[in-house]
Structure formats: C-alpha cells, structure tokens
C-alpha cells in the first residue's frame, strides 16, 4: 500500500511558478513509476507528466518546456515544478504511483494509488 500526499497549489497570476510536491510512504516507492493528472471544472482527467523509478520522463505537448518532474527517493517524493503558468493550467493536480512496467506511463487506469489532490489557479 501506498500513501499519497499532494501539496504546494495555490492561486498566481500568468507567467507565475508554482512547485507541488507529492509525499509518498511504503518500503517499495523508490521502485513505482510516479504521474501527475489534472482535472479542470467540467473537463476530463487528463496527463500531465510521469517519472520512472530510472529518473526517465514524460510529459504531455501542453506542457513540455515549462513543467519539470523529479523524484527524491531518499524522501519518498516526487515533486512537479511548474514554470510559465497560464490561466489553461487551471485544474485540480493529483499524484499517482504504479509499478514501473509498459512502454507508456499515460494511461491513468495504470496506477494503482492516488492521491487527494491540490488545486491549482491561475489568472489572466
């Protein structure tokens, strides 16, 4: 079993920064591929980015070039650092986690453990 603890959302204008973090426990998260989703009002999950337990990365088209995720294993947490923020990024984000298998890390239906969630808001 693991425990997942999103933090770090808030409200900032466009072009703002914002870092969420992911506190995960269990003896075996070191070994979990790690995703973020989000979830705007009236909108599907959708992906955002994933970490595997090698370090490698992946993130949706929307995103690339102003989102960065990493993983510190040693304080079972995985972080998601958001740079460039625009109002479309508006959604509430939550953390996965998932055994580390398969070419594709999009498919949410693929991690076994979330977490609550943390709004993000982000005005023009």
């Known amino acids: 079993q693991v425990q997942l603890v999103e933090s770090g959302g808030g409200l900032v204008q466009a072009g703002g920064s914002l870092r969420l973090s992911c506190a995960g426990s269990g003896r075996t998260f070191a070994f979990y591929a790690m995703g973020w989703f989000r979830q705007a009002p009236g909108k599907e999950r959708e992906f955002v980015s994933a970490?595997?337990?090698?370090?490698?990365?992946s993130y949706t088209d929307s995103v690339k070039g102003r989102f960065t995720i990493s993983r510190d294993n040693a304080k079972n947490t995985v972080y998601l650092q958001m740079d460039s923020l625009k109002p479309d990024d508006t959604a509430v984000y939550s953390c996965a986690a998932g055994l580390d298998y398969g070419p594709d890390l999009r498919e949410s239906r693929r991690y076994n453990y979330w977490g609550q969630g943390t709004q993000v808001t982000v005005s023009s």
């Open positions: 970490i595997r337990s090698d370090g490698s990365t």
